[in-house]
């Protein structure tokens, strides 16, 4: 029988870890930087230029499909330009498929931000294309988004009618317009917008249709405060019928206002035109401001315009306080008398200001009545007598 052989217990005394430092290939296969990358030579300007090139690889940023970066033109070439975007490779530009308003900023060293179109990294010629057309599409339509229900204008080019309304273009962005607010007023020929430029206030969101609603009826009634503030009494204007009522036409002019021209006011031509109802909602018309009422409503002409003198103006140089001035009684109330001294001029006799002996019931409406005047308020265009 043969003799078992004595079991072997390992030296765990011996330290491996230094036997294996000391063996002269060791630091050349094995030394290891921070990202765990060996490094194959002990040449410090080996290993130098070797930590340059982990390190640069380490803060490449990998591209990523329909991210927008940054990037600085590296070169334009024919029709494409190529853009840096701290990547192995640059991003490529197709030009002939951007704006052509954009094509200016396509030179070698401009900063630009684009839309990663298309990347494919995993193939033998690795692909990155991209568009600033696109960019800005995408960051105006989130501006245009952002800005629904704000008092915020954009400049739109209509470019299709269809029933209902109209598609307009917002640099790139098609947004949709109902016919119902292309004008202050009713339209009258909606084919009148096409092609034209206008400015838009975008209102809702349609999520059943997937686009942004928007309006030049809003944007237009924005402008009438302060183009009302320019318009006076007498300016003569050109405008358009928006509308006729048995009592007059309704003007639209100036962009955005309207006023009414009462058919007592309308010249001799217009009013034998009106009174056969020839004249129809679109007819282009000439007319004079004739007054702006305190309710900012504008009435019209076609008559000789005569200015109409305010006899508050000069009022205080007219008449003394105190004086006896002669009136004729308006109106009689319990409180009083109202006396008119001239057209639009007209004060309170209040009853406390009647002596008790004077018989104010023999006096009747329209008859002349000698009073005192006592106080004029220009500013709230109030006179005050006594007797």
Known sequence: MQEAKAAVTPDTSFDWDAYERSCPNYRRKNKKFNNGSLVYSDDPKTMELYDLMIDSISELKIPRQQEIVKG???????????????????ACLDLNKENSEYLELFTEGNEIEIILKNVDLNKKEVIVEGSYTEVVKHL???????????????????KQLIHGGYFLDIQGVEVFMPGSLGGVNKLVDFESLLGKTIYVVPINYAKD?????????????????????????????SGFITGTTKFGVFC????????????????????????????????????????????????????????????????????????????????????????????????????????????????????????????????????????
């Open 209 to 237: 249709k997937d686009y942004i609603v928007v309006s030049h009826r809003d944007y237009l009634q924005s402008l009438i405060p302060q183009t009302l503030e320019d318009v006076s009494a007498g300016d003569g204007k």
């Open 72 to 90: 600085k033109i590296s070169s334009v070439t024919g029709r494409y330009a190529y853009v840096d975007i701290g990547w192995r490779e640059p």
């Open 252 to 387: 639209e002019f100036d962009q955005c206002l309207t006023g009414l021209i009462h058919k007592s006011d309308l010249d001799d031509d217009t009013k034998a035109l009106f009174d056969k109802r020839y004249l129809k909602p679109g007819h282009s018309i000439d007319f004079t401001v004739k007054e702006i009422t305190k309710d900012k409503r504008i009435i019209l002409t076609q008559k000789e315009f005569v200015p109409e003198i305010d006899p508050w103006e000069d009022i205080k140089e007219r008449y003394k306080i105190p004086s006896q001035v002669q009136g004729t009684i308006r109106k009689k109330t319990k409180y009083g008398m109202f006396i008119e001294l001239e057209p639009k001029v007209v004060g309170l006799l209040h009853i406390s200001d009647i002596p008790e002996y004077i018989d104010i019931t023999t006096n009747k409406e329209g008859d002349t009545i000698t009073v005192d005047l006592v106080k004029i308020d220009t500013e709230s265009k109030k006179i005050f007598f006594k007797i």
């Open 140 to 158: 105006k339509y989130r501006e245009i988004y952002e800005n629904i229900g704000k008092p915020i204008a954009f400049s739109a080019y209509v």
